[in-house]
């Protein structure tokens, strides 16, 4: 089912909404019961604006320390009582691949946008996308979503992550630095942030490649105001007794 957006309603004694209605706390219980079910709260989001500041308050935060509890202790052991960019912004970051639409940030590559079940999201593997002089920085970084035989790009990968403080980091202090411009049209489809380019500004290491298990120099990621990373990479084809292998697997 799907739902227009609602945003005429304020929640006022008068609104129609208020009859009847359930409290926050009941809410929240009732989604505990569902483990917060993301498609379920994205769709609670859009009857009005009330619901809507609730999921983004509540139950978005809710889903995203359910679903990486480890993750986000360490996002918020800084002492931030939230993170970059807003909760929703992570949990859609954490559950679906942005893809790409024609002519859009990758160019050449048309690929929809879709949920993904499930995701790992490592700090080790965060390490191998940082200039040496910035691995002090935490990001973590995905697993490449894969999609086949897209047309003369072969196999591709889609990968996404956040960095840590991003405010403070170094990564962002070089991009000032090094004068790195900002995309002029393209915005983080996570919290439509405005887009830095680390392929522009020379701050891809080779590193990055080998994890991702793809070729070395068709490796290309964006990062946005908020710390959100989103990136695409051209997969090496596996070999014949990897095939082998991952068949019995």
Known sequence: MILTKQYRCIHSKSCQCMKGHLSEEVIFLVFQQ???????IATLSCTCKWFDDLAKRILW??????????????????GSHSVDGNWRALGKLLIHCSGCTKGGLFNGIQ???????????????????????????????????????????GDVGFFRGIFKSFSASKVRKMLIKRGA???????????????????????????????????????????????HVLGVCTLLPLSDSEEAASEFE
């Open 34 to 40: 569902l483990n917060w079910n993301p498609k379920l």
């Open 61 to 78: 935060k809710e889903f995203c320390k359910t679903r990486a509890p480890k993750m986000m202790l360490d996002l918020q052991s800084s």
């Open 111 to 153: 690929i929809p946008g879709h949920f993904v079940y499930k995701t790992r999201f490592s700090r080790t593997s965060g390490k191998s996308f940082l200039l040496p002089q910035c691995r002090t920085d935490v990001l973590y970084i995905s697993d490449p979503c894969e999609h086949h035989d897209v047309g003369d790009e």
């Open 181 to 227: 411009q900002l995309h002029p049209t393209e915005v983080c489809p996570y919290c439509k942030a405005k887009l830095w380019s680390m392929l522009q500004a020379k701050m891809i290491p080779e590193s990055a490649s080998c994890r991702l298990g793809s070729y070395e120099d068709c490796v290309e990621y964006y990062v946005c105001l908020n710390g």
